[in-house]
């Protein structure tokens, strides 16, 4: 099949797919290599680029983030698929087909495969982006593992942080405290930590002490929290603002996008990955549904 080098207006792709993190790239991976015509849109700065130690992705002991998407572009690359790297700015249902704008031009395609992910929402500490992904987590799925035996810190400002103590003193450590981040804790809570052996502090953290490695926490009134790794309170927002011109179906909150076990949104030939869609956001997992997703729309080219 041929393949152009640059994509005039009036040429129509096969399947445009939007943010190079670990479910895009694997969809444009089989994508590429069932010769389609393929663009992958990207700019830096996603999720898995912070992750400094994977070490549960099957067949890779450990890799960086960085060094993953790193092997994963080339891979696409190898298999044909065209990269730019610029933000898609919107995309729209036309006629059976998708507008994407881009950079300031028009690209059309039969399918769009949305895996842009979402931003980290961090706390305001000083010096966090000093420990963020070294010492200082916000996911336990992914990181827990590492604080395994370590002085933890776990800091939050609602009541789930005592359910978060309990978890990461279950699975991890044995020497936990909770930092109930400008609230008081209920007596309830309180009696509970104590028969588990947490350790409680409330109060407000302003500064990450340390310089190579993480040695506490400072809070507003002075005192200091020794600790190795924190486990800290954080949030997401999706990268989804280009898909404001498409009514899809988002879950009970509104928030995540549903799809099918394929991956296909309510909008038919819309399909969805990773972060931005319902369930749980993990590198193997984003990779296994670019994978998925790609199949479905090689079946569905093949039928057209
Ligand atoms: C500190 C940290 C540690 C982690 N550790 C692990 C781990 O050990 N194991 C694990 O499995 N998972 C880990 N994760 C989670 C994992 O990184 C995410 O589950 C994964 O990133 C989800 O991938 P994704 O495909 O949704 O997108 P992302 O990795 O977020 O990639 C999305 C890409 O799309 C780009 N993009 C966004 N908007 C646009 C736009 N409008 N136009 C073009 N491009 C756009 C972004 O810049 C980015 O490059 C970790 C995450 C963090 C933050």
Redesign the pocket.
Same mark, same amino acid.
């Given at each position: 099949m041929e393949r152009a080098d640059s994509i005039g207006n009036e040429t129509v792709l096969d399947c445009i797919v939007?943010? *190079?993190?670990?479910?895009?790239l694997q969809a444009c991976i089989h994508l590429g290599r069932y010769n389609f015509r393929v663009m992958l849109?990207? /700019?830096?700065?996603?999720?898995?680029?912070?992750?400094?130690?994977?070490?549960?992705?099957l067949g890779i002991p450990v890799v960086s983030?960085p060094d993953l998407?790193e092997t994963g572009l080339s891979q696409a690359k190898s298999f044909g698929v065209m990269v730019e790297n610029?933000?898609?700015?919107r995309v729209l249902g036309r006629e059976g087909q998708f507008e994407v704008q881009?950079g300031g031009k028009t690209f059309r395609s039969r399918f769009v495969i949305a *895996?842009?992910?979402?931003k980290?929402t961090l706390a305001p500490f000083k010096n966090l982006h000093r420990f963020?992904?070294h010492s200082y987590? /916000?996911?336990m799925i992914?990181?827990g593992y590492r604080t395994t035996g370590k002085k933890l810190l776990v800091i939050d400002r609602t009541v789930n942080g005592v359910r978060m103590s309990v978890g990461m003193k279950q699975m991890y450590t044995k020497d936990v405290t909770f930092l109930a981040h400008g609230f008081s804790l209920a007596p309830v809570y309180r009696a509970l930590l104590e028969e588990e052996g947490i350790g409680l502090v409330e109060g407000r953290p302003e500064e990450l002490l340390g310089e190579a490695t993480l040695e506490g926490v400072r809070l507003s009134d002075g005192r200091v929290i020794p600790c190795e790794v924190i486990l800290g309170w954080g949030g997401i927002s999706l990268?989804e603002?280009?898909l404001e011109g498409l009514d899809v179906e988002r879950d009970a909150e509104g928030f995540k996008i549903m799809t099918k076990s394929s991956g296909e949104s309510s909008i038919p030939g819309l399909f969805v990955?990773?972060?931005?869609r319902e369930g749980h956001?993990?590198?193997?997992?984003?990779a296994g549904q670019?994978a998925e997703a790609a199949i479905e729309i090689s079946t569905r080219i093949v039928e057209i």
């Open positions: 939007i943010g *190079a993190g670990p479910g895009g849109f990207d /700019t830096p700065g996603g999720r898995t680029s912070y992750a400094k130690h994977i070490e549960n992705y983030g998407l610029v933000k898609v700015d881009a *895996a842009s992910g979402a980290e963020f992904g987590y /916000t996911c992914c990181d990268n603002e280009y990955l990773g972060a931005l956001s993990q590198a193997i997992i984003s670019g």
